[in-house]
C-alpha cells in the first residue's frame, strides 16, 4: 500500500513553481522610480481627497 497521498506530495512539486510565480512586473526600471511613483500618486490622491472636501 503506498503511503504518499497526492496532498503530501503537492507542497514538493509547487515549491519550484511558487518560487518563479510573481505579481510584479518586468524588473528593468530602477526600485527609486518605483517608489517616486507610488508617493506621487500618493500626494496626488491626497490633494484631490482635500481639493473635494471629502476629508
Known sequence: MNTTS???A???S????RESARTGG????P???EHVLGWT???VLAM????????
Open 26 to 29: 518586468p524588473d528593468d526600471r
Open 41 to 43: 500618486l500618493v500626494v
Open 48 to 55: 484631490f481627497v482635500t481639493q473635494t472636501g471629502l476629508m
Open 31 to 33: 526600485k527609486w522610480l
Open 6 to 8: 497526492a496532498a503530501a
Open 10 to 12: 503537492a507542497p514538493a
Open 14 to 17: 509547487l515549491t519550484g513553481v
